[in-house]
C-alpha cells in the first residue's frame, strides 16, 4: 500500500530507513510510557526512588531499564521525522531535530547516574547512598548545558510537525507534552511525566506503523530472517556486554 497522505506520508530515506525509523517511532514511546507507569506509586524526589529501590529493586531495574531504553531508541525515530519536517521547513527540522537528539544524549546520561546511584543502594543501603546522593546532587557535569535542548527541541519539532502538516493539530500538540518531561537523576512518576509519555505515543506510534506500512512489502521469508538476524545480533551483544 502506498501512504500518500501529507500528514502520515515519510520521506524513503537510507538512514535510518523506513524500518529502523519506523520501529523506533513505535517501541520508543510505548517502552517509556510502560517504565514511567511501573514507578508510578513511589514518590517523586530522590530519596523515596532509593528507598523503592531497596524494597523492589527487580521493579525499579525495569523501570528505569524501560524509560532509558525508550529514550535512547527514539533517536532514529526523530532523524526520520525531522527529515519529514525539513521538506517543508529545514530550519524547524534542523535545530528541532538536532536539540532532541542531544537532549536524548542528557537523558542517556541521566540514566547512567541512575544505574550507579542504584547499585549504592545495593552495596552500602538506601540510608548511606541517599546522603551520598544529596551530597553530590548539584555537582557540574556538561550534560547539564543540553537542559534546554531536552526541553526545547521535542517544542521546535512539534512546531515544525504541524507548520508541515506531517501531524495535525492535537497530534503536534501531544507531541510538545513531551517537554514536559521532569529531567535530571533519579525522577520519578508525575501526572506530567504520563501525560509526556502518553503525548509521545499519540504522536508518534501512528506515524511508525504508517512508515512501517509504506513501501513494498517484503516476503515473509525476507521478514523471518530479518527477524532472527535481529535476536541473534541482539543476543550476541547482551552475552559481549555481560562478559564486560
Given at each position: ?67 532509558s ?8 525515530g526523530?532523524?526520520?521525522?525531522a ?25 542517556a ?66 507531541l ?46 525476507t ?20 562478559a564486560?
Amino acid at each position: 500500500m502506498t501512504v500518500t497522505t501529507a500528514s502520515i506520508a515519510l520521506p524513503r530515506t537510507a538512514f535510518p530507513g523506513r524500518w529502523v525509523g519506523g520501529a523506533s517511532l513505535v517501541l520508543g514511546p510505548l517502552l517509556l510510557l510502560a517504565g514511567v507507569l511501573l514507578r508510578l506509586r513511589f514518590d517523586f524526589f530522590f530519596p523515596a526512588q532509593l528507598s523503592a529501590y531497596g524494597h523492589h529493586p527487580g521493579l525499579m531495574t525495569a523501570s528505569y531499564s524501560l524509560v532509558s531504553a525508550g529514550w535512547v531508541l527514539l533517536w532514529p525515530g526523530v532523524v526520520l521525522l525531522a527529515a519529514k519536517i525539513g521538506e517543508s521547513f529545514r530550519e524547524l527540522a534542523l535545530w528541532g531535530g538536532t536539540l532532541t537528539v542531544l537532549g536524548l544524549f542528557a537523558r542517556a546520561f541521566h540514566a547512567g547516574v541512575d544505574h550507579l546511584a542504584f547499585q549504592l543502594v545495593a552495596v552500602q543501603g538506601a540510608a548511606s547512598a541517599t546522603r551520598t546522593v544529596s551530597e553530590t546532587y548539584g555537582a557540574f557535569h556538561i550534560f547539564s548545558t543540553l537542559n534546554a535542548a531536552i526541553m526545547g527541541g521535542w517544542l521546535l519539532l512539534a512546531i515544525g510537525a504541524y507548520r508541515s502538516q506531517v501531524l495535525g493539530p492535537l497530534r503536534a500538540a501531544a507531541l510538545a507534552l513531551a517537554s514536559t518531561m521532569p529531567l535530571g537523576v533519579l525522577k520519578g512518576t508525575t501526572p506530567l511525566s504520563v501525560a509526556a509519555a502518553a503525548g509521545l505515543c499519540v504522536a508518534l506510534v501512528p506515524l511508525g506503523v504508517a512508515a512501517l506500512r509504506s513501501g513494498a512489502t517484503s516476503r515473509a521469508a525476507t521478514v523471518a530472517g530479518r527477524l532472527l538476524l535481529l535476536v541473534a545480533v541482539g543476543t550476541a551483544m547482551f552475552l559481549f556486554g555481560q562478559a564486560g
